[in-house]
């Protein structure tokens, strides 16, 4: 069996499944995260651009947990790139959560047309976590070009990249390119959730390979997509603000994939990205001021 936890490469533990909060409403937040550490979650995935951190902290302290048996991440938006706006940004999100650290910061977005924004913004990363006010570093959605040419430049390597992963997109070059240097694969969208979005005509959910493998398992096709996850050693975030959903999230740790069922899950990848391809994020269509705290 895989266990909830990973180790990231600078030493630091960090649980392979979470919670996000992507697109939950304010005023749901605070009562899933509290929830989903009810039920066993240890990791919470947020972003300064879901305009929820606030209430991330609330419920982390509404669970009645310390502060050190909860991982949080996450992650800076683009408008606050740069080597200052993006330490003002650590700031923001760290008073928001009500927190002294972060377990890990990420940078939500390469940002092609002002890389030297990107860059900078990454080494205000590397100086927090020098300072120790973050625990480990990483970035989101970057493709290989972005990863190069960051690693070309700086001073950590990347704990983690947070991209799109699912059956149906699972970015193998990249992924082999994580590997390469010990970036850990954190897939957003785990179990297909944006292939129900914008009338697509495939959904996981829906998918007769994933039913068939559920079936043998007594699990749901949501199950036993997160269970390939972590078999194949990524970290993933499903989201969802449903107490039996959440719940049923969590229960993918008492069985066990065949080398033919993961065989099988891998051969569904159709190569089609659902999310917003990375290279169309700009300043200009994607940029918006983050609130102080």
Do not use: C
């Amino acid at each position: 069996m895989t266990a909830n936890e990973i180790t990231l490469n600078n030493g630091v533990t960090m649980p392979s499944l979470g919670l996000g909060v992507f697109q939950s409403a304010p005023e749901e937040t605070t009562a899933a995260v509290a929830e989903a550490l009810g039920v066993g979650y240890r990791h919470i995935d947020t972003a300064a651009a879901y305009a929820n951190e606030r209430e991330v902290g609330k419920g982390i302290r509404r669970s009645g947990l310390s502060r050190d048996q909860v991982f949080i991440e996450t992650k800076v938006w683009i408008s606050d790139y740069g080597y200052e706006p993006t330490l003002h940004a650590y700031d923001k999100s760290a008073a928001k959560l009500g927190v002294d650290q972060l377990d890990l910061l990420i940078l939500h977005q390469p940002l092609p047309s002002r890389f030297d924004l990107t860059l900078d913004a990454y080494r205000a990363l590397e100086k927090l976590l020098n300072d120790g006010r973050v625990r480990a570093i990483g970035v989101s959605n970057f493709m290989p070009e972005h990863l190069d040419r960051l690693l070309s430049e700086a001073g950590v390597v990347p704990a983690v990249n947070q991209i799109e992963v699912h059956p149906y997109f699972q970015q193998p070059a990249l992924q082999k390119l994580h590997s390469q240097h010990a970036i850990l694969s954190q897939a957003w969208s785990p179990i297909g959730g944006i292939t129900a979005y914008g009338g697509a005509d495939k959904r996981s959910f829906d998918d007769p390979t994933l039913l068939d493998i559920a079936a043998r398992h007594g699990k749901t096709a949501a199950q036993v997509m997160l269970r390939w996850h972590l078999q194949q050693g990524r970290s993933a975030i499903p989201k969802s603000t449903k107490p039996a959903r959440i719940a049923e999230n969590f229960a993918v740790f008492d069985f066990e994939l065949t080398h033919e069922q993961l065989a099988a899950i891998d051969a569904l990848d159709t190569g089609v990205r659902g999310g917003p391809d990375p290279d169309s994020i700009t300043l200009e269509t994607y940029g918006r001021p983050i609130p102080e705290a």
